[in-house]
């Protein structure tokens, strides 16, 4: 099994077990599963993708690959799941894949665009010394929605942000101030196999070693591995993770494919032959008579 979604790994465990699957059932949720078998060899594969309600991305989960190395056969599962994707409401699809993958080719064949890397880094159980009492993080109220937005659009590349957008629905975060003011949030996802934690911090933190180490007490004794990850755009923070004493994984590659959403909008004409008649102005159109604009929008 590849896995094309690493926080869901992380927080689930394996996509085709038991806990994932109950993951499945929320009614916010929605997932679909793809079955392909060919008729000429034993070639069998099996991918999902996942949306949730209200959400403009969609994220591959997983791929299955059986009796075949060769990963050009999928390329029309590809395609057939960003079909589904755009059913689901999305606008585009996301996909994390390790630096080494063969599967890399196969979706860039199919239009996905790298945009970025990031790593999960799995924080120490407990920390021998004690957070500041400056560095405090605090829960966010709506009201703290602005200056996140802004934070966000200030530090995270447009090209992430193309692809990611910043959203404010319902998403569980810490955040840091300095002088009052917002320099630092954190969101957060959980499931049965651990804690994922998604910063954004400000270069100009004061000190980014004490911010990191309160950040860490906030789960002591959770019970649960705690992984905090780490963006190409963040890339600073790496050397305070190993002396805190973090463990590194691989690097993964983000790839977007973004979709087109067709629509029709309806013009209602109320004397047809006004608009016969009518003579174009310079600035308008050129069109003698409009029923229907099926020009197609790329969202």
């Not at 056969?73 to 699809?93: C, H, I, Q, R, S």
């Not at 309160?214 to 905090?228: C, E, K, N």
Request: charged content about 20%.
């Amino acid at each position: 099994m590849i896995c094309l979604n690493q926080r869901y790994f992380l927080t689930h465990g394996n996509p085709l077990g038991i806990a994932s699957l109950a993951s499945r059932l929320k009614p916010s949720a929605e997932s679909f599963t793809a079955v392909v078998e060919s008729s000429d060899t034993d070639t069998c594969l099996i991918s999902q993708i996942l949306h949730s309600s209200g959400e403009r991305s969609a994220r591959l989960n997983f791929l299955v690959i059986e009796n075949s190395k060769n990963f050009n056969e999928t390329l029309e599962l590809w395609d057939y799941l960003n079909g589904k994707a755009g059913e689901m409401g999305a606008l585009n699809v996301l996909a994390e894949v390790s630096e080494s993958s063969p599967v890399f080719e196969s979706l860039r064949k199919t239009g996905f665009s790298p945009y970025g890397w990031e790593a999960a880094w799995k924080l120490p159980k407990k920390i021998t010394a004690s957070p500041a009492s400056d560095h405090e993080w605090s829960i966010a109220v709506p009201t703290d929605d602005p200056q996140l937005r802004t934070l966000y659009q200030s530090l995270v590349p447009p090209i992430v942000q193309a692809a990611e957008a910043y959203s404010n629905g319902g998403t569980r975060r810490l955040v840091y101030r300095e002088n009052d003011e917002i320099v630092a949030f954190v969101e957060s996802s959980t499931g049965p196999n651990g804690l994922y934690l998604r910063p954004l911090i400000h270069p100009a933190v004061l000190d980014i070693n004490s911010l990191l180490i309160s950040l860490i007490s906030q789960f002591d004794d959770i019970g649960q591995p705690v992984f905090l990850q780490v963006r190409s755009y963040q890339a600073w923070l790496l050397n305070t993770l190993e002396i805190i004493g973090g463990e590194s994984s691989n690097h993964f590659t983000l790839l977007v494919k973004h979709l087109a959403v067709l629509q029709r909008n309806g013009v209602i004409i109320t004397n047809g032959k006004l608009v016969k008649n009518r003579q174009a102005e310079p600035t308008t159109p050129m069109v003698s008579h409009l029923s229907m604009d099926d020009e197609t929008t790329a969202q």
